[in-house]
């Protein structure tokens, strides 16, 4: 008895360590690094940069105050005069144009010429940059339009729409003017060609699809949608008309 007591004593010390051992692997265990270290770290930085944020410096107040005016600017001048107009006009794609109809001239299964000759030159009337023509660009591409001709529309419209070809060439000159444009153009039906050679298999479903819609169907006259859509473009196009500096220029 004595001398199994005494073994027991002795192994009593070594099932203490193994079984604190166990319980410091099941706290360890608790806290997951892999998930942590993420949020952790955007906290840590965000203290850091509140923490050394050079409030009272002449140099960064001038330049918060400078991006808060620009920020004015954007929504008094960008934000109501273009882009609002450009949702408007992409709502109107959704709502007055049908989707057999975008499918017909620039959808996937339509021909090549007139796809890629139709959405390289549509955005010459439209006053816009590169991000009112996205709102554009997505209302047309979900109505049916392929992604070759979308994207051929996304690329030329802010680089050959008059006001910047004017502006070039009177800046610039002529040559460069002309080169622009036709430049923006190639380039875009070349980048159009490219994304719909590299989503080939989507474009094929879509012209696949395109084949089993109903032949478009008038809801409203013509000339309703024609005033609508002239009066979103006169606005986009007003948006960057303004008293020329030069008082020879326009």
Request: aromatic share 10%; proline share 5%.
């Amino acid at each position: 008895m004595k001398n199994g007591n005494a073994t027991l004593a002795q192994k009593t010390p070594a099932t203490v360590k193994e079984s604190e051992s166990i319980e410091n692997e099941v706290e360890s265990s608790l806290i997951d690094w892999k998930t942590i270290w993420k949020p952790l770290s955007v906290i840590v930085g965000v203290f850091i940069i509140f923490f050394w944020l050079p409030v009272g410096n002449s140099r960064f107040n001038g330049a918060v105050i400078e991006s808060l005016a620009l920020a004015k600017w954007y929504a008094q001048e960008h934000v109501i005069l273009c882009l609002v107009p450009a949702f408007f006009i992409a709502g109107a794609i959704a709502c007055f144009v049908s989707q057999a109809a975008v499918m017909k001239y620039l959808g996937a299964g339509a021909k090549k010429v007139l796809a890629y000759g139709v959405a390289s030159v549509s955005g010459s009337i439209l006053a816009v940059c590169s991000c009112t023509i996205l709102p554009l660009f997505a209302s047309i591409w979900k109505r049916g339009a392929g992604l070759g001709p979308a994207i051929a529309f996304l690329y030329s419209g802010p680089a050959i729409n008059i006001l910047a070809i004017v502006l070039t060439a009177r800046v610039l000159g002529l040559p460069i003017g002309i080169a622009r444009a036709v430049g923006a153009i190639a380039f875009s039906i070349i980048i159009g060609l490219i994304m719909h050679f590299l989503f080939r298999k989507e474009e094929a479903a879509k012209a696949q699809a395109a084949l089993h819609m109903p032949e478009p169907e008038v809801q409203r006259p013509l000339w309703q949608n024609v005033i609508y859509f002239a009066v979103m473009v006169f606005i986009l196009i007003s948006a960057t008309w303004g008293k020329s500096d030069d008082p020879t220029g326009l």
